[in-house]
């Protein structure tokens, strides 16, 4: 699996956000963790307190189609 985002781009841990499981920043978290990586930068960015989209929110289909091109 290749990651969604890179390195230097903190991942979110709030698992109450309703639109985690479509935010590359939250799925990275998962990925991170599956691989073993430990070492990178973790945010709880509130999505879940926002109406609509959270202002961090990264599309997770539209990161993964542009690095499959």
């Known amino acids: 699996m290749k990651d969604l985002i890179h ?6 841990n709030d698992y ?3 639109t985690g499981a479509f935010c590359a920043r ?4 998962r990925f991170d963790k599956e691989n073993g ?3 990178m930068s973790v945010t709880d960015f509130k999505g879940r307190e926002k109406k609509g ?3 961090y929110f990264l599309n997770a289909d539209v990161l993964a189609s542009q690095h499959e091109a």
């Open 16 to 18: 109450k956000c309703p």
């Open 37 to 39: 990586n430990t070492q």
């Open 53 to 55: 989209l959270c202002d």
């Open 7 to 12: 390195n230097d781009i903190s991942r979110c």
């Open 26 to 29: 939250f799925r990275q978290l």
